[in-house]
């Protein structure tokens, strides 16, 4: 359990949320039911085991903070996750109704170890150790395979060391639901596209060879695809798009519109991972507390490369 100010609001409970949940338990003095909630979940705090932080701001101490939230009775408590109050609660609850409450939101045991690995495989990739990186997903994959941003990074990280056969099992759930999610889709179209290359005679040829067949018939969409495929294991992606986009402006629907969903794959696989979110970079917190710092994100090349194509795409498609 912390107590909570201005001063250590954002690091304590805005910051550390994006990790943990944070249970914020908003007290005052002369608040009789305060005192027999507090204990409660100091006990609580303490049996999860690190499934959820405690922390506890006196709302006649810290009226800013109080007014932030719309705090009108004590106790109130708010549950924070990513940054944002997702539920709350307001009075002195029996402890099976808090149970109830934190149980409907916090990640299982299992969940909370998956979390870990998937962590620590982060730091491994980011180490250069893809062997220990891609056993510690596979570890995150077993214990909660629910999980789809693990599978996605999983199934990614698979597919950019060549194990394809491994990759074709871990994403094979993914394309049996409706709607199917764009990224693994995406992930779908180049693990194809990887696959095409290593079983198709076409995978060995040059680019002079691809080019000296296309001069001949620049409607050859047979071979200006097979020359996208090449071109994108050989991650030359602008080259493999502006192929696949001459496909499309000479004939939208070719082979069941197959060179726009590649573009539109690629599109999704170069699409830089959102920033996480820095408190301390915005202007107001999810409890709408105002914050001093103003900084400016940096444009990403990568960005608007991507938003250069689909401007492209765009225009070949209207």
């Known amino acids: 359990m912390i107590d909570v100010t201005m001063e250590n609001f954002e690091t304590e409970v805005i910051a550390a949320s994006m990790n943990t949940p944070v249970l914020v338990d908003f007290w005052a003095d002369w608040c009789g039911p305060c005192k027999s909630l507090g204990p409660l979940l100091e006990k609580l705090e303490s049996a999860y085991d690190g499934r ?9 101490s810290e009226q800013q903070l109080a007014g932030a939230f719309g705090i009108k009775s004590l106790p109130t408590c708010i549950l924070l996750m990513g940054g944002r109050p997702v539920d709350g609660f307001m009075g002195a609850l029996p402890e099976g109704k808090v149970r109830e409450f934190l149980d409907k939101h916090l990640p299982t045991d299992a969940e909370v170890a998956a979390q870990a690995d998937a962590q620590a495989a982060e730091n491994l990739l980011d180490a250069g150790d893809t062997d220990a990186a891609l056993a510690k997903l596979r570890e995150a994959l077993s214990l909660n395979p629910q999980d789809d941003e693990t ?38 179209h180049w693990l194809q596209t990887l696959q095409f290359v290593s079983t198709d005679e076409r995978g060995g040829w040059d680019l ?25 294991a050989a991650g030359m992606m602008e080259g493999a798009m502006d192929e696949l986009l001459e496909i499309v402006m000479r004939d939208k629907t070719w082979n069941d519109q197959a060179a726009r969903k590649t573009y539109v794959a690629l599109l999704e696989l170069m699409t830089p991972p959102p920033v996480k979110a820095d408190p301390a970079t915005h202007g107001k917190t999810a409890g709408g507390i105002e914050l001093t710092s103003n900084s400016t994100v940096q444009a990403d090349p990568q960005a608007e490369l991507v938003s250069r194509y689909r401007r492209k795409l765009s225009m070949a498609l209207n």
């Open 208 to 232: 002079a060879q691809f080019d000296a067949r296309i001069s001949e018939n620049k409607r050859d969409f047979d071979t200006r695809f097979a020359k996208a495929r090449v071109l994108i």
């Open 151 to 188: 599978r996605y990074h999983f199934t990614k990280l698979l597919i950019s060391v060549g194990d394809l056969e491994e990759a074709q099992a871990a994403l094979a759930p993914k394309l049996t639901e409706i709607p199917l999610q764009l990224r693994f889709d995406a992930l779908h």
């Open 52 to 60: 959820f932080k405690l922390v506890k701001i006196n709302a006649d």
